[in-house]
């Protein structure tokens, strides 16, 4: 029996990509699967949207992200959303990955590549629109786009840009002013070079909060999953789409003023019961948690006690007898009772964002599927 395990309800990433379909009608769907789908397991999260039909697309970081989708048996169509480099080249194009291009220089090694490979490569062309991290510049967006088009080893395929603030109200005059530009830049693209099958630019924050018009391909990241994204304020209707759990491995007495963990940093205010669980940093529960978080067991919400171990940690049971026993249900995160621990609420106590507290739980916790 597993000890510890991260449930997924793929039934809840579904749920979640339906809102995203009803607030943009008539719009593809792009999940981003990338980072093992946001630490939720990257095949079958890929393989159940593919046989659900719920996606129309994947988004992947990595050439190996895509290389493993295709060896699982998925056949949706992929794209890897940042530049590839030239040795990773030839294992895209035999993946059938559809390649980010935000250069010229990256537009003809891959041409060379798909002309030795014999098949021509689909490309969608990044602009950067005010994310400084990659893309063409705007007015270089047509030249790139005909030294696509003019190879006979590519297919300008899209055309897209990212946005930085779009889950923020204080972003929204910075997200609009970037949606127009995309948007005629997109044109300038269409009329120089012909038609582009997809024009995307809506993240979650987009999809969620802002008009898109113009497009026809969304691409949801962290909504899927059910979780809010750092400064989103009105974010109704999700899903959570993980909960993850243990089981308690060892009960014991302290008294008063007996310190626990390492660093001596919690002291028990009065005689009480420790409970052990077999879940640390080695697991992806942050040492930032230390003395700060929070577990349920017993249907009850118990504090941390002293650091955050690699591989245990102790929670405080209070000073009456405790109403579990060795082997029962510890919640890290979701529901038991009427308690309820989310992952927004692990991430404020981190001092990050919920993208980052669901991508640190490692492989060493196993992942089920349902």
């Given at each position: 029996m597993t000890v510890t395990t991260l449930r997924v309800f793929l039934e809840a990433i579904d749920a979640n990509l339906s809102l995203a379909r009803r607030l943009n009608p008539g719009r593809a769907v792009m999940l981003a699967v990338k980072a093992n789908a946001y630490g939720h397991g990257i095949v079958e999260v890929s393989r159940h949207v593919e046989r659900r039909g719920t996606a129309d697309w994947l988004g992947v970081a990595q050439v190996g992200e895509g290389e493993q989708l295709r060896a699982a048996g998925v056949g949706l169509p992929i794209l890897k959303l940042s530049p590839t480099l030239p040795e990773e080249l030839a294992g895209a194009v035999a993946a059938g990955l559809t390649l980010t291009v935000a250069s010229e220089t990256g537009a003809r090694q891959l041409a060379e590549v798909a002309r030795d490979a014999g098949t021509p490569a689909q490309v969608h062309l990044k602009v950067d629109t005010g994310m400084r991290r990659v893309g063409a510049e705007p007015d270089a967006a047509v030249h790139l786009a005909r030294v696509v088009t003019e190879s006979p080893h590519l297919v300008l395929d899209g055309i897209f840009t990212h946005l930085p603030i779009s889950d923020s109200p204080a972003g929204e005059d910075f997200t609009r002013a970037q949606l127009q530009r995309f948007l005629a830049v997109a044109a300038e693209v269409q009329e120089a070079v012909g038609p582009v099958p997809w024009i995307h630019a809506a993240n979650s924050g987009a999809v969620l909060g802002h008009d898109v018009a113009g497009t026809n391909l969304i691409r949801p990241g962290i909504m899927a999953y059910g979780c809010r994204s750092d400064g989103s304020t009105a974010w109704e209707g999700l899903t959570p789409a993980a909960r993850?759990?243990?089981?308690?491995?060892?009960?014991?007495?302290?008294?008063?003023?007996?310190?626990?963990?390492?660093?001596?940093?919690?002291?028990?205010?009065?005689?009480?019961?420790?409970?052990?669980?077999?879940?640390?940093?080695?697991?992806?529960?942050?040492?930032?948690?230390?003395?700060?978080?929070?577990?349920?067991?017993?249907?009850?919400?118990?504090?941390?006690?002293?650091?955050?171990?690699?591989?245990?940690?102790?929670?405080?049971?209070?000073?009456?007898?405790?109403?579990?026993?060795?082997?029962?249900?510890?919640?890290?995160?979701?529901?038991?009772?009427?308690?309820?621990?989310?992952?927004?609420?692990?991430?404020?106590?981190?001092?990050?964002?919920?993208?980052?507290?669901?991508?640190?739980?490692?492989?060493?916790?196993?992942?089920?599927?349902?």
């Open positions: 993850w759990t243990t089981r308690l491995t060892f009960l014991k007495r302290v008294s008063a003023g007996e310190t626990v963990g390492y660093g001596r940093t919690w002291t028990a205010p009065r005689d009480t019961w420790i409970g052990t669980v077999p879940v640390g940093y080695g697991d992806g529960y942050s040492r930032l948690l230390s003395n700060r978080g929070r577990m349920l067991v017993g249907g009850r919400s118990c504090p941390i006690a002293g650091r955050v171990c690699m591989d245990q940690t102790m929670i405080d049971l209070g000073p009456e007898t405790p109403e579990v026993e060795i082997g029962d249900e510890v919640v890290l995160l979701g529901e038991q009772g009427d308690e309820r621990i989310t992952v927004e609420e692990i991430a404020d106590l981190m001092g990050t964002i919920t993208y980052e507290t669901m991508c640190l739980i490692t492989a060493r916790v196993p992942r089920s599927h349902g």
